[in-house]
């Protein structure tokens, strides 16, 4: 039964020339890797300090690329990706596995971390210097001479709303499926459809006026 | 195309490249949409082939060894602790928190109470967290376990409170009655199981360590927060007297007039009172360690006050017969953060578990750190925003030498070298070089404020000085009405020279004019938007050719500096440096506090 409901939704992927020879192989790849990592967080919750250190490793520069590029700000993105592995060892015994990717959960976290750091920043009135950075950078000529292209990007996205942005980063940086972004973002599969078309739309008319 | 049509395309060809297939190939099976997909495709592949930012490795390397030491934690605290829930009871923890989410949450959602998981006391959620705990705990029927979860829910308390400091924001008061609150109910439980005593020696190790937070973050407490802090702070500490098998206690009102760090000679009054440093309070068997107390030596305390201003010893931390120094206090800017430690003036200052740090620490910020010599090299016992982060802060700092001329009971007025000065609740009261009283020649570090200056560490200085004569180091802010505006204090400038730049810092000679000071000579220290140098204060514990070592914090002294006083063996130094070329640090201003060694047998340091 299950056989069937799966291919039937598959078969509604379908574009007019039938679907892609790999799709099936890379999800039960992908679900592999899941199952693989649960194992590895089910040792880790037993405080196995091999399989802990394993998921610092995974996690840890994921976080803070990340952080990095919704804040531009190193220092803050360290202490970010931190704060959040702390938080991850402290909450672990509280995860369950759902059929998520164990990094859904993680990025959650991240997502929770960041919003509490804006509001905090906001109600001390900081001044988000990213932002600052961003705008004096933002000009066209500023974009075209910037040597690296993630740090384009990272000011660039400083221009998407922070939806927009975290779709972006969640989705095409760190690979997360849309089922995962929602989960981290708490909206729909379906949302995150949309939010992900509006908001390469949105980022490619930065860039382009940027390249102009 | 629809929209929704148009949204899936996009989907299933991102799908598609993320399994390695081109932009073109994907466009082929779309042909009418490929004139709008084709730039959104390219984008999402060019975003996708982005290269990550890559962390330091120092950072990276500080954040595991944290991790580790967390996870340390917990292993430990799992290995003392039974499960949560007996036989047959596995089933019941969904349950409860299933349960907790209905009977608790009537209103809100399960995103809710996740997202509470992770707040902090300053968000409104946090009362959900609290609750979610509180409903975990009817679900668990043993009592040895409860109290385990208790003391986990308070430790848990701590961390908020060190994650709030370290955010810069104040200490408010649900958390602290939340600490209370954890305690109080582990206590009881663990009251009626004198056979748990690996809990209890659990919650004797907790409250000790939660004392000493208490203490040290008094200053970040709300306002607001005070009556809860008191609550708190006298929960703990009730808990270390029982656990020592003291039938007393001590009561919150008891610590309302608020702390006092106080270290000097003891001299018994009678009937559990006692001098220290000249400073009277009561010291008996609701002092942790008065056991050990014999008049003539040195005592390093924490002292309560309470409304009336009378003095109650909460805890000794120290009994010697000779004053051993106390630790240099270093300020300055971070200039490296690594996993083992900061970097302030060109040295290494590690930081353990055991350092109490009340900030985020970040290149370029102002730190004040208290440093101690151990045998793995220079380490912080507690690291804090510098008292004079913003320009307004720095404006209203003060250092005064001068006689004490008067004192109220209870200390909570000092008048020094004609000024009156008003302790706050976090003075720090250093009398190991002789008496805190009339005619004793004092430092006084003061903010000004409204119009008072507020003592924030008084220290006793061995040696006189012509009694008239007051030093006074601040910023200079200007001339006022014909005065000179120093740190918020008005004197009467000298009768010739130039004015000091506004906003540099000056070090100022002066003697009573009738009711005003008077300017006899005045130096700068250092230069208006100058904000390189590094304050230090310590006490001499070697000096190697041209270079002092205050308690492990070691500065070189070239003929350039500018240097008061004879720098011996046992006397506390005041003074200021940069980084030389060679990476050390180089003494600009010095002054030598005392005229005769405080520390009379100091250990020599290794030449370095």
């Known amino acids: ?212 | 195309m629809a929209f929704g049509g148009m949204r899936g395309i996009l989907d299933e060809c991102i799908a598609a490249l993320r399994r390695g297939e081109s932009v073109d190939s994907c466009l082929v099976r779309y042909p009418r949409q490929a004139e709008r997909l084709r730039p959104l495709l390219t984008l999402a592949q060019r975003v996708m082939e982005t290269p990550p930012a890559v962390p330091r490795s120092v950072a990276r390397g500080t954040a595991w060894r944290l991790v580790r030491q967390r996870a340390a934690g917990l292993r430990g605290a799992r290995g003392r602790r039974p499960a949560a829930l007996g036989l047959g009871g596995a089933w019941l923890r969904p349950a409860a928190v299933a349960l907790a989410l209905l009977l608790t949450f009537a209103g809100g959602t399960g995103a809710t109470v996740y997202a509470a998981q992770d707040s902090l006391p300053d968000s409104p959620l946090y009362r959900v967290k609290l609750a979610t705990e509180n409903v975990h705990l009817w679900f668990v029927f043993d009592d040895s376990s409860k109290a385990g979860i208790l003391l986990d829910q308070s430790d848990e308390r701590v961390s908020e409170i060190t994650e709030m400091l370290q955010g810069g924001e104040t200490v408010p008061g649900n958390v602290l009655s939340a600490l209370h609150d954890r305690n109080e109910r582990a206590a009881s439980i663990l009251q009626q199981h004198p056979e748990e005593t690996g809990l209890r020696a659990r919650s004797l190790s907790q409250s000790q360590s939660q004392e000493e937070l208490l203490i040290a973050v008094w200053p970040e407490v709300a306002v607001s927060a005070r009556a809860q802090y008191t609550q708190a702070l006298a929960q703990v500490h009730n808990t270390r007297l029982r656990g020592s098998g003291a039938a007393v206690s001590i009561q919150p009102e008891e610590l309302s007039g608020g702390i006092l760090n106080i270290a000097g000679e003891a001299e018994f009054i009678g009937d559990n009172m006692w001098k220290i440093g000249g400073m009277e309070m009561r010291i008996d068997d609701r002092t942790i360690g008065q056991q050990d107390l014999r008049p003539g030596v040195t005592a390093r305390l924490v002292a309560a006050r309470n409304s009336s201003g009378r003095l109650h010893a909460l805890s000794l931390s120290g009994l010697q017969a000779d004053a051993p120094p106390s630790g240099a206090v270093v300020s300055g800017a971070v200039e490296k953060v690594t996993d083992e430690g900061i970097t302030v003036g060109g040295q290494l200052i590690r930081l353990t578990s055991e350092t109490v740090r009340t900030i985020g620490l970040k290149v370029g910020e102002r730190v004040q750190v208290t440093i101690n010599s151990t045998a793995n090299g220079v380490v912080a016992s507690s690291v804090k925003a510098a008292g004079a982060v913003t320009a307004t802060a720095q404006m209203s700092s003060l250092t005064i030498e001068g006689t004490i001329e008067g004192s109220t009971a209870g200390t909570e007025q000092w008048i020094v070298g004609g000024l009156k000065f008003l302790t706050t609740p976090t003075t720090t009261v250093d009398a190991k070089a002789g008496k805190a009283q009339n005619g004793a020649r004092v430092q006084v570090e003061a903010t000004a404020d409204n119009g008072k200056l507020l003592a924030q560490r008084v220290t006793v200085l061995s040696g006189q000085a012509p009694s008239d004569n007051v030093f006074v180091i601040g910023v200079f802010q200007g001339t006022q009405d014909g005065l000179w505006l120093v740190g918020g204090l008005g004197l009467l400038p000298p009768d010739s020279g130039q004015d000091p730049d506004t906003g540099s810092l000056i070090a100022v000679d002066a003697e009573h004019e009738g009711k005003d000071l008077a300017v006899t000579k005045v130096k700068t220290i250092q230069q208006a938007g100058d904000n390189s140098l590094v304050r230090f204060q310590g006490t001499i514990t070697s000096v190697d050719g041209s270079t002092l070592t205050l308690e492990a914090w070691r500065v070189k002294v070239s003929s350039a500096a500018d240097v008061t006083g004879r720098a011996t063996l046992g006397a506390r130094v005041l003074g200021w440096g940069q980084r030389g070329p060679d990476g050390t640090l180089q003494a600009t201003t010095i002054r030598v506090l005392d005229q005769s060694p405080v520390v009379s047998t100091p250990t020599p340091s290794p030449a370095h």
Request: proline residues 4%; hydrophobic residues 40%; without cysteine.
């Open chain 1, 1 to 212: 039964m299950r056989a069937i409901a799966w291919t039937i939704g598959l078969k509604s992927l379908e574009g007019p020339t039938g679907p892609p020879a790999p799709a099936q192989a890379a999800e039960r790849e992908d679900r592999a890797d899941v199952l693989a990592e649960w194992q590895l967080v089910q040792r880790a919750q037993r405080h196995d300090e091999p399989a802990i250190g394993a998921l610092y490793e995974t996690y840890y520069p994921k976080i803070y690329n990340y952080a990095f590029m919704q804040m531009g700000d190193v220092h803050a993105a360290e202490d970010l990706a931190s704060d959040v592995m702390l938080k991850m060892i402290e909450s672990l015994h509280k995860y369950t596995f759902r059929g998520l990717p164990f990094g859904a959960w993680v990025f959650r976290i991240a997502r929770n971390r960041l919003i509490d750091l804006h509001r905090r920043r906001k109600r001390r009135g900081e001044v988000d210097l990213s932002e600052t950075i961003a705008a004096t950078l933002a000009s066209p000529q500023a974009l075209a001479e910037r040597a690296l292209e993630r740090g384009q990007l990272q000011v660039a996205l400083k221009h998407l709303t922070d939806e927009q942005r975290q779709v972006i980063v969640l989705k095409f940086i760190e690979g997360f499926d849309n089922r995962s972004v929602g989960k981290i973002m708490g909206r729909s599969e379906g949302a995150i459809k949309s939010l992900q078309h509006r908001a390469l739309g949105a980022l490619r008319r930065v860039l382009d006026h940027g390249d102009r």
